[in-house]
């Protein structure tokens, strides 16, 4: 079950998150739910794979403001640097920060898990 | 005057909308902003369009994001700084680009709400102070009264009525709707003066009674007043008429003003006002047409249409995501030669409702078009259609092209050319497979806009029918300047063909004109052999009509593209 502590140790900006949740720890935790359930870094993967980048941007601007918004900083920074590559849509190897990417969000999903 | 707005305010939430495709994000600026605000939501610009259309007189701010799939942030405030109302409802915009930032502000946004969000404090001092500006600029700007009549504008009146009148729920109030019937002829013909002069002497009146009826009044836009008067006796409004128009006739001279009034009798206080004014226009507008009339009260049967009206609009959503939508096909046959050939078909729209059976498609189109989501229907029909000529190529070989309707609302759309790409180009199909009808009233509705969208239509390949030829105001001279490929005479032509010469003669001319100009010619509602016969010795190059064929479900036009296969 995810409690702030697993959060914080998971390096998410807890105060923040919290903060922009009003202070609600079971609504922060809900959110943050809904965060782990969501798909779109898969479609992600997808679309730079199939190099629709245009796609590709679109769908990483929203993730950025999803984990942004929850300071969930971890999944947040490698999304960030993918978003602003792909919005001049540069042509590059974006193997490793998705992958970096992917990795967080599992150690997030497990923890939910645990 | 502002201390009635902001005694109104007093006791008021004020409406907010939400414009994210994020749900995540919907949900956690939602829990925000709802502290203070009422929240509605939307997940793109073309949802958060039909929401500002729908709650513009209430929503006080907007949330908007900027990237969105269907409509993005920047589309939505370019129509809404293109339209004199919905400019003046603030937007606030959310993003994380400094670039964005800027645009928006340039495109007409108040503020913007950096992403990842500020904290809730900050973020609701924004929304504060933009609302705060907006409606301190709307007193500065507003006027209370109409300068030609001197009744309050129609604010004011929704304004005055909620502090004086809704609160005292022991008094039964009538709401009035007073039209002035074609005042827009008597401007032309006789100059705005006089138009005024007329105005001016009804608008004294209207205040004279509702000063007696212990009511108030507004003129609510050019030709129509409201009036919100203690209840009375339905023969009452009679007096009223003739008072209104004994008055307005001082100043028309030769000119005979007439008026339609509309009255929705002991008015739920529990509604809307401008519901509650909408019921009466309800029943003022049901005396279109209707001379010698003089008011027509709300009743159980407008009511009973009203709710049905509502349940169709409420169940469009459910009806498009679960198909229930059908489309029939009519086929077209080829006359010219010696003997019918199918060539194409037309796509017929039917509703099957899960409660209220087979609607048909004149209650439910008038209907969208009334509310601006006729797009959504015309979308729904290119796909399936596009779809289905895709199966007839696969299973039989051939393209059996299927015209489709387009609406006047989705000329004005500026994706019309591209959203129809999409859909030929996603089934494998070339433009020329889809035809596109436009109804002739959209031409002479705005000629040059719809002048533009179709010589742009037809560069790219689609076919382009004039429907209903010869049911407006068109004449034969448009054939030489408009860009259409095909047209299709008005069905009340075909009808009378056998039993009128001057039908015959005029279905006869259309098609000589219309061969002059090298544009083929279709006639539909062909119901006879008659009449079958009288078109193909004008020389009518296209019939379809219940003589050949009604309209059919995808599977039995099947059966009559093998049988033309075969023959």
Known sequence: MLTLEKLEEFGANVEDGLGRCMNNEAFYLRLVGMVISDDKLDRLGELIEANELDGAFETAHALKGMYGNLSLTPVYTPLCEMTEYLRKRTQMDYGPLLLEAKRQKKILTDLAGD | ?567
Request: charged share 30%; hydrophobic share 40%; net charge negative.
């Open chain 2, 1 to 567: 005057m502002k201390h009635i707005i902001e005694e109104k305010n007093k006791n008021f939430r004020r409406l907010v909308l939400i414009v994210d495709d994020e749900q995540i994000n919907r949900v956690l600026l939602g829990s925000i902003v709802q502290k203070q605000y009422d929240v509605i939501f939307a997940e793109n610009g073309k949802e958060a369009y039909e929401a500002i259309k729908e709650y513009q007189q209430k929503i006080s701010l907007i949330l908007l994001d900027i990237l969105m799939p269907e409509m993005n942030g920047y589309s939505l405030l370019e129509v809404l700084k293109k339209d004199p109302v919905l400019r003046k409802i603030p937007v606030i915009v959310l993003t994380s680009d400094r670039s964005a930032e800027v645009k928006s502000l340039q495109m007409g946004a108040v503020d913007f709400i950096p992403k990842p969000y500020d904290m809730p404090d900050v973020i609701m001092a924004r929304i504060g102070r933009s609302i705060e500006l907006a409606e301190d600029r709307f007193l500065i700007n507003a006027t209370e009264t109409d300068a030609l009549t001197g009744l309050y504008v129609r604010e004011f009146f929704y304004i005055h009525i909620s502090r004086y009148f809704h609160s005292d729920s022991n008094r039964q109030m009538d709401a009035i709707v007073l039209n002035v019937n074609k005042l827009r002829i008597v401007n032309e013909l006789r100059g705005r003066e006089y138009g005024d002069a007329v105005l001016r002497n009804i608008g004294a009146k209207i205040r004279e009674i509702a000063e007696r009826s212990e009511g108030i009044a507004c003129r609510s836009e050019g030709d129509c007043f409201f009036i919100y008067a203690v209840h009375r006796d339905a023969a009452c409004y009679a007096d009223w008429y003739d008072e209104i128009v004994a008055e307005a006739n001082k100043a028309a001279g030769n000119s005979k003003i007439t008026l339609k009034i509309g009255v929705y009798q002991n008015a739920d206080k529990n509604m809307e006002i401008e519901r509650i004014f909408d019921r009466a226009l309800i029943a003022c507008n049901t005396l279109v047409n209707q001379y010698g009339v003089k008011y027509a009260l709300y009743d159980e049967e407008m009511h009973n249409k009203e709710l049905y009206s509502e349940k169709l609009l409420g169940d469009m959503d459910t009806a498009l995501e679960k198909k229930q939508f059908k489309i029939f096909y009519q086929p077209k046959y080829r006359i010219s030669g010696d003997k019918p050939v199918l060539c194409s078909a037309e796509a017929l729209v039917r509703w099957s409702h899960p409660d209220l059976g087979m609607v048909s498609p004149g209650t439910f189109i008038p209907l969208f078009e009334m509310n601006g989501l006729i797009y959504r229907l015309d979308r729904y029909v290119w796909e399936e259609a596009a779809i289905q000529v895709r199966a007839w190529k696969e299973a039989f070989g051939v393209v059996i092209p299927v015209s489709v309707n387009v609406s006047r609302m989705d000329v004005y759309e500026s994706g019309l050319e591209n959203s129809l790409m999409e859909i030929v180009k996603s089934n494998g199909l070339k433009p020329e497979d889809l035809y596109l009808e436009i109804t002739e009233s959209a031409y002479t509705d705005n000629s040059e806009q719809i002048v533009d969208v179709v010589t742009g239509l037809r560069e790219k390949g689609f076919v382009v029918e004039m429907d209903d030829f010869g049911s407006g105001y068109s004449s034969l001279n448009m054939l030489a300047t408009l860009p259409i490929d095909a047209l299709k005479l008005d069905m009340r032509f075909i009808r009378n063909i056998c039993t009128s010469g001057v039908d015959y003669r005029l279905v006869k001319l259309m098609i000589d004109t219309a061969a002059l100009m090298s544009i083929p010619t279709i006639a539909e509602g062909v119901e006879t052999e008659e009449q079958y016969r009288l078109l193909r010795e004008v020389g009518c190059d296209i019939v379809q009509g219940y003589y050949f064929s009604k309209p059919v479900p995808a599977e039995e036009f099947a059966e009559l593209i093998k049988k033309e296969l075969t023959a």
